[in-house]
C-alpha cells in the first residue's frame, strides 16, 4: 500500500529564518507531487506541483521554491521566512493528472 | 477555470440525510467533479468522483443534472464523525489552477 510521510508535524521558525519541509511517498511510482498552504479557516492553496524529477511548476509568486530531488521526495523550502509564511502545509501524491489526490498529515508552521 | 459555489456551513442532526449542493456554471467539456472531506489538522480525504448522472460508492453519492452546472453530495445518515469540511473541485486534470479548492462547506452533525 501507498504511504506519504510529512515532516516535521509542527515546527515554529523565526521572521527571517530558513525552511526545510519534507514529503516523501512509499509504495508507488513516478507519482505527481504538489505542496499546498492552508491557512486558518481557509481552503487550500496549491503552492507547487511535479510531474517527475526536476520538474516543478509554481502556482503562486512567493518566497518559496520547491525541488524534488528523487522520483518520490518532495522538498519545500525557503531561504527568509516572512509571517505570511505562517500556516498549515500538506503534501500530496496522485497518479496521473486525473486522479485522486492523496494527502499526507502535514506540517503547521509558525513563524514568529 | 470553473469557479465553485457552495454553502459556508450546513447544520445537520444524527441519523439525518444530509445534501450539499455545488453551483459550477462554467463546468468546462472535459471537467469531472471531485469531492473531499476534511477534519481539522488533517489533509483532505477524497470521497467521490464523477462526470454526469449518478456515481455512488460506500460513502457517499454524487448527483450531477444534464446541464452539469451544480452537483450535490448526499451523505446518508451522518453521524458525529461526519463533522468536517466538504470540497468541491471542478477541473479537466489536477494541474494548477485547473484543480482549486475554495473555502468548502463545513458541516456540523448534532447529537
Known amino acids: 500500500s501507498q504511504t506519504i510521510h510529512q515532516w516535521p508535524a509542527t515546527l515554529v521558525q523565526p521572521v527571517g529564518s530558513p525552511l526545510s519541509l519534507e514529503c516523501t511517498v512509499e509504495?508507488?511510482?513516478?507519482?505527481?507531487l504538489y505542496w499546498y498552504r492552508q491557512a486558518a479557516g481557509r481552503g487550500l492553496q496549491l503552492l507547487f506541483y511535479?510531474?517527475?524529477?526536476?520538474?516543478i511548476s509554481s502556482e503562486v509568486p512567493q518566497n518559496l521554491s520547491a525541488s524534488r530531488p528523487q522520483d518520490r521526495q518532495f522538498i519545500l523550502s525557503s531561504k527568509k521566512l516572512l509571517l505570511s509564511d505562517s500556516g498549515f502545509y500538506l503534501c500530496?501524491?496522485?497518479?496521473?493528472?486525473?486522479?485522486?489526490?492523496?494527502f499526507g498529515p502535514g506540517t503547521r508552521l509558525t513563524v514568529t | 477555470l470553473a469557479k465553485t459555489t457552495q454553502p459556508i456551513s450546513m447544520d445537520s442532526y444524527e441519523g439525518q440525510e444530509v445534501n450539499i449542493t455545488c453551483s459550477h456554471n462554467?463546468?468546462?467539456?472535459?471537467?469531472?467533479i471531485t469531492w473531499y472531506q476534511q477534519f481539522p489538522s488533517q489533509g483532505p480525504r477524497f470521497i467521490i468522483q464523477?462526470?454526469?448522472t449518478k456515481v455512488t460508492n460506500e460513502v457517499a453519492s454524487l448527483f450531477i443534472p444534464a446541464d452539469r452546472k451544480s452537483s450535490t453530495l448526499s451523505l446518508p445518515r451522518v453521524s458525529l464523525s461526519d463533522t468536517a469540511v466538504y470540497y468541491c473541485?471542478?477541473?479537466?486534470?489536477?494541474?494548477?489552477?485547473?484543480?482549486?479548492f475554495g473555502p468548502g462547506t463545513r458541516l456540523s452533525v448534532l447529537p
Open positions: 509504495g508507488t511510482s513516478n507519482p505527481n
Open positions: 462554467n463546468i468546462a467539456t472535459n471537467d469531472y
Open positions: 500530496a501524491w496522485a497518479l496521473g493528472p486525473s486522479g485522486e489526490q492523496y
Open positions: 511535479s510531474v517527475g524529477i526536476g520538474q
Open positions: 464523477g462526470y454526469k
Open positions: 473541485l471542478v477541473g479537466r486534470d489536477n494541474y494548477g489552477q485547473n484543480f482549486v
